[in-house]
């Protein structure tokens, strides 16, 4: 049996940025053969953040719809690690449930080339700052 976990929640705010038809309160979900191709195609990315799954779709610096892939990206920039860029690619399956189907560090190229095409959508809110 498939080891499934709750990774995330379609939320309004992606939706709207996006212009999504996707409904709001959508569970997002991994499964085991998501973390298995994430294992065999990313190891050693998914070996750093694989943890970081649910803070990545909870609190991405960006979002993005993939132009020929029905899919949502999200991506969080990790200051702390030489600015990695950590995208987590979520797409609905036939039945429309949503799958976290892979995670990766991008490459510089790649995050030029999203910038270039003005792809990122910015997510994250300022903090704010308590004196």
């Known amino acids: 049996m498939d080891d499934k976990q709750i990774v995330g929640v379609l939320n309004k705010k992606v ?6 038809s996707w409904k709001e309160g959508s569970v997002i979900i991994c499964g085991e053969a998501n973390r298995n ?43 702390a690690n030489n600015g990695d860029h950590v995208l987590v690619a979520v797409r609905a399956s036939g039945t429309g449930i949503l799958f976290a189907r892979t995670l990766f560090i991008m490459t510089e190229e790649k995050v030029l080339k999203y910038k270039k095409k003005n792809a990122l959508k910015p997510y994250a809110t300022s903090t704010k700052i308590i004196l």
């Open 37 to 79: 191709h994430m294992r065999v195609k990313h190891p050693e990315d998914f070996k750093q953040y694989g943890d970081k799954l649910i803070e990545i779709i909870g609190h991405p610096t960006y979002i993005c719809k993939h132009p020929n892939k029905n899919s949502i990206e999200y991506i969080k920039v990790f200051t």
């Open 15 to 20: 939706i709207d940025i996006l212009g999504l």
